[in-house]
């Protein structure tokens, strides 16, 4: 008889850096490190948790992910956490599926955790997407052995204006704590007080809490915000992360609660519409209204983060006052709704009248899709024959668009740009004129990621020590509003530790929007990344400026980077369009309105823009009267809306698909979310503008803008010079004046943010800030032009000596509109009275 062989077991050879485990009999191999949660996951197998998330430290809080272990052949003598517990050579994991001690052990916790949790589930928010219900029902037991009589709280206990807390609920996972702590670094929410009387608070003065955590629903008349009698209030730019994040409805959102249940709901994937980092997002809505929206997991650019204003921010687009039907404006000189016919008419034949006399400029500004925003350069070059064309709706100069196409057009993560990981991963990262946490609040958090995990030099080039500066763990390099190119410039001799710490690998450049402001910056910038080899990045405020960019809305650049005065380049886009394209290089924002203002344009088409936002509003509400004929595309009334002869309403992004290209190069696509509104993309309103002035532009569809503009995305970018722009000289001051530092604040008056009550009460203090002794002892400061002035209370920061700092459009402090100044400029103070 013949015996075959033995079939002999291949041994799994173990990569270096990894072990070998079995976890309920398979056998696993796992990087060394990695919990033990984790491997079970990538196995399939999902152990029960909810002090665990992949983003925060482990912290064992909850008890409920309990699983057998034994490593050497011993057991261990109790189950451990999965969540804290790394893989090991040799150990052997029993999950619930095959372990009755682990399956018993996590039922037992679970028993535990309800045994003062209330039956708020018909009325929870977190009803029918809780985890802990549905963890219950698979893991807990059927009855309950405990019938006492449940521990009560007064509820809800506001912990800020847009977060509620129902203390009862809270079963102490600290996910909320060290999301704080950790992602945000504001640690105003914290676990106070011990045992029984443990709770989630605001404030680091225990005693405060001493009476709040044994308030009973009987107490509720006394109970006011968790902040009273001393303690900090939970102020974040990211505290709606908590709401997201929280596993049992304990935190809620006080603009939601009680809105909707989420088997109500109809969810869409979008895009974030507030800055130029793209996140991902999910946007919740009913009857034809959003209710909500989430962070998207995105681990390439948000993760699973979003800052409170893309998160909050969306009732712009319900507003009472939105613009829904076409206006025109009558012979009495008032603005009446008509039909889109007859609006697209009168404007059609007004544009085309001063289009032949002295021509219209196009001021299209920063908010726009890629696709919008090319349906606005095409019209501007073939139904208006004009590069008199602008996206940027704010402080500019000639010299950041040398830069911009330069240093920025055509980059992207797929050719070697600067990226979200990019960051995460450098070994020093300089922001230059660049606050991340107000102008790009997830770009902050990659800092300070980075900064506390890797260990990445976060360098500050600014005027004081922003939370920015403090959270990133980061250095101040301080100087004088307008001398940051001079700055830049002395690198090399005066701080030689960061020339150096630039001139290594992965070393990074993050300017933002504010350099336009000073002259010589971006030439001083190009020639230190060019000395160093640090990676250069521009990450503007707005979401549409990086698209308007590559789409060509700019006096001197068509789509796809071509330079407007390259014949080749222009022979090119007008074989694609099918028209002659004029060859003169355009006025920028600033030359157009100077020009209207002047009498030297006889049309203007303005596309949402606010005139508070331009360097000299004043000037730019002077070019919007004398303009002989004024097309707006928006959706609510605004200072353009008082001067428009046609306004056409449009749609806001939850209204239409399109795509913006974040800071990164990085294309972010969405789908319409609300269908059926009849509202139109602005790329729509101006193909149909141009057929009625008889031009075909081919943009009558998002999809249709998109297929034409990448037609044009192959062709060969024009090299552009490289910005070589002299510094400015430092400003001689005369007593009483001093020089004016400004940037916005993420939570301000911008237009997007309207009908948002709660949102707007976590705003920073509106303040100036000054040195000690330029605030000379002052309670409030005036500042001052001859254009108007600004009184407010003086904070002392760690400002330059004569320096002030004025939030840009604040309640109380629209430095552009009552000041007529930007940063760098030379203004007065004097002592003020509040």
Request: hydrophobic share 40%.
């Amino acid at each position: 008889m013949t015996m075959a062989p033995e079939e002999t077991k291949t041994e799994t050879p173990v990569p270096e850096g990894h072990v070998k485990l079995v976890i309920d009999g398979e056998e696993v191999i796992a990087p060394k490190g990695e919990l033990l949660i984790r491997t079970a996951e990538r196995l399939g197998t999902v152990i029960p948790r909810f002090c665990d998330h992949p983003l925060l430290d482990p912290a064992g809080a909850c008890r409920q992910c309990l699983v057998e272990v034994e490593m050497g052949g011993r057991p261990m003598p109790k189950p451990q956490a999965s969540c804290t517990m790394t893989v090991a050579d040799g150990m052997v994991v029993k999950t619930q599926l095959t372990s009755p001690v682990a399956d018993k052990a996590q039922a037992g916790v679970m028993e535990l955790l309800l045994i003062n949790h209330p039956l708020d589930c018909p009325i929870c928010d977190k009803g029918g997407e809780c985890p802990l219900q549905n963890q219950a029902l698979a893991h807990g037991r059927a009855d309950s052995r405990f019938v006492d009589t449940k521990r009560t709280f007064a509820k809800p206990l506001p912990i800020s204006t847009q977060v509620l807390l129902d203390r009862e609920r809270c079963v102490l996972c600290q996910r909320c704590t060290r999301f704080s702590a950790q992602i945000a670094g504001d640690p105003f929410i914290e676990l106070i007080e011990r045992g029984a009387h443990q709770q989630i608070g605001t404030a680091e003065t225990a005693d405060v809490f001493t009476l709040a955590s044994r308030t009973t629903v009987s107490d509720a008349s006394s109970a006011g915000m968790l902040t009273s009698s001393g303690g900090q209030p939970f102020q974040s730019y990211f505290s709606g992360n908590v709401i997201q994040i929280c596993p049992v409805g304990a935190l809620t959102s006080a603009a939601y609660r009680f809105r909707s249940r989420p088997f109500d709901l109809v969810s869409a994937p979008s895009v974030c519409e507030h800055c130029s980092s793209g996140c991902a997002e999910r946007t919740d809505f009913r009857r034809g209204k959003v209710t909500r929206k989430l962070a998207g997991d995105d681990p390439e650019v948000n993760e699973e983060w979003l800052c409170d204003k893309g998160r909050f921010a969306f009732r712009y687009a319900q507003a009472a006052d939105r613009i829904r039907r076409p206006l025109i404006r009558n012979a009495q000189g008032e603005l009446e709704e008509t039909s889109w016919t007859d609006a697209l008419q009168i404007a059609a034949a007004g544009l085309a009248k001063a289009r032949d006399g002295k021509g219209v400029g196009v001021l299209a500004g920063g908010r726009l899709t890629t696709e919008d925003a090319y349906a606005y350069s095409k019209f501007a070059r073939i139904a208006l024959r004009t590069n008199d064309i602008d996206f940027r709706a704010r402080a500019h100069s000639a010299e950041e668009l040398e830069f911009l196409s330069s240093r920025i057009l055509g980059t992207s993560p797929e050719n070697g740009g600067v990226t979200f990981a990019g960051i995460e991963a450098a070994s020093t990262v300089l922001c230059v004129a660049f606050e991340p946490e107000e102008e790009a609040p997830i770009v902050f958090l990659r800092l300070r990621k980075a900064a506390r995990t890797k260990r990445t030099k976060v360098v500050h080039l600014g005027q004081w020590t922003t939370p920015s500066v403090t959270k990133t763990f980061g250095e101040l390099l301080a100087c004088v509003p307008g001398t940051e190119a001079a700055a830049i410039d002395g690198i090399a001799q005066h701080a030689q530790d960061l020339d150096e710490r630039l001139s290594a690998e992965g070393a990074v450049i993050l300017v933002g929007e504010r350099a336009a402001e000073v002259p010589g910056l971006f030439s001083a910038l190009h020639r230190l990344s060019l000395r160093t080899g640090a990676r250069l990045a521009w990450i503007p405020r707005r979401a549409g400026e990086r698209g308007a960019l590559e789409a060509g809305v700019a006096p001197t650049l068509l789509p796809g980077g071509r330079d407007v005065t390259d014949a080749a380049a222009r022979a090119e886009v007008e074989k694609a369009w099918g028209a002659t394209l004029p060859a003169e290089v355009g006025r920028d924002t600033n030359g157009i309105v100077a020009a209207a203002a002047a009498g030297g344009l006889d049309g203007l088409l303005v596309g949402g823009l606010d005139p508070n936002d331009l360097p000299d509003p004043a000037l730019a509400l002077e070019a919007l009267a004398k303009a002989g004929f004024v097309v707006s595309l928006e959706m609510r009334p605004s200072l353009v809306t008082d001067h428009a002869d046609v306004v056409l309403p449009i749609a806001p992004s939850v209204e239409k698909t399109g795509s913006y290209l974040n800071w990164e190069g990085r294309h972010r696509e969405f789908k319409v979310t609300l269908e059926g509104t009849g509202a139109l993309s602005d790329c729509r309103v101006l193909d149909t503008l141009a057929v009625e002035m008889d031009a075909d532009i081919f943009t009558q569809t998002p999809a249709a803008a998109a297929a034409d503009l990448a037609r044009l995305q192959g062709g060969a970018k024009t090299e552009a010079l490289a910005p070589d722009t002299a510094l400015a000289p430092r400003p001689a001051l005369t007593n009483g004046q001093v020089v004016l530092a400004t940037w916005r604040q993420l939570l301000d008056k911008g237009s997007l943010q309207v009908d948002e009550p709660h949102l707007a009460g976590t705003a920073r203090p509106v303040v100036a800030r000054l040195s000690a002794a330029t605030a000379n002892g002052y309670q409030a400061v005036t500042v001052s032009t001859e254009r108007g002035s600004i009184t407010l209370p003086v904070e002392v920061t760690d400002l330059p000596d004569g320096v002030v700092w004025l939030p840009a459009n604040s309640d109380g402090s629209t430095v552009r509109a009552a000041l007529g100044a930007g940063h760098g400029a030379v203004v007065s103070i004097s002592g003020g009275e509040q």
